[in-house]
């Protein structure tokens, strides 16, 4: 058998594949980073018919080591469909089994975005008539960072942005944005109401780099990038510091930065209850937004991290510093690594379509609430 991990977010370390019952692997850290949990390698020669089985041998030494509790690997065979495969976690590892039907399987942490599917996202946003590239900032490694304008129609419209996959293994971000861009090509009523009162601001991926290195969590300086927002650098996190200029320029009403979850098996959000300037207007902006989705979507609020102390929130990450320096409704969304366990869903758990089902019930909740941003 031959395993592989020399493509766009490949990650593994082969220890020993003579064993195609046996497979021992191992994920390697991040880009100077002692971060590592992100996987995603393929697998060739594999006998249809015979059971193979993995073991990831360092995943009790990864990021979030409780995570992999409860989770199953994901698997496919053409790139598409990917599929949930038996998994267990102990002290051993992390082992998931595959009874063969072809020769080559792809298995990785969560369904992969890739940076080709990232450039066609692009040819289809810029190809609908409201939607500009408004600037184009640089990643470390010289990778595109596009701010996407999307014109609406207000005189005075308000300013709405939302960016994606500052952590580069949570691949589930850029796959949100893509529902959120393939519905504003399907004018319908709801996003004729959102564009009547707000533009948008869309940043589809923050960290290019890592997400094509097979990083979890950091750039390729081997930075978090949400951990950057209070003091961003050219040097460790430009992608940072474009983002904020351009906010700096345009202004900012309503911020929410898409990320996912290794260990919390449901869809929820983070806000800025700890902010220094958290008002009781912000508190009621957030929970309508939050009442709102839990009727129409797979979201929820029952788990979730816990709430900030009042003015003990840290202004490094993205959705505290926007917040706090904009005085708008910030989150953090969450998407599970796992599955969204009020609705779950056996054969795949969570996934890219979910995801692209999220953006849209994240737009009609906004188109309800833009004219409250401010
Ligand atoms: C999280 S955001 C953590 C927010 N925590 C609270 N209490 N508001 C991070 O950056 O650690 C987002 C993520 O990693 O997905
Ligand atoms: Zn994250």
Redesign the pocket.
Known sequence: MQIRSDFDSGNIQVLDASDPGRVRLAIRKDFASDHFQWFHFLAEGLTPGQTHRFTLENAPQSSYKNAWTGYRAVASYDGADWFRVPTTYDEGGLHFELLAERTSVRFAYFEPYSRARHAQLLVKALALPNVELLACGSSLQGRELPLLHVRGTAAAPRKVWLIAQQ?PG?HMAEWYMEGLIERLGQDDDELRALLAQADLYLVPNMNPDGAFLGNLRTNAAGQ?L??AWQAPSAERSPEVLFVQQQMAAIGVDCFLDI???EEIPHVFT??CE?NPGFTARLEALEQEFRQRLMAIGEFQVAHG????QPGQ?NLA?A??WVGQTYDCLAY?V?MPFKDHDDSPQPRTGWNGARSKRLARDVLTVLAAMAGKLR
């Open positions: 952590h949570e978090d949400n951990r990320h996912g979850d983070a806000g700890g991290y816990p709430r900030d929130a990450l959705c505290n953090t969450e």
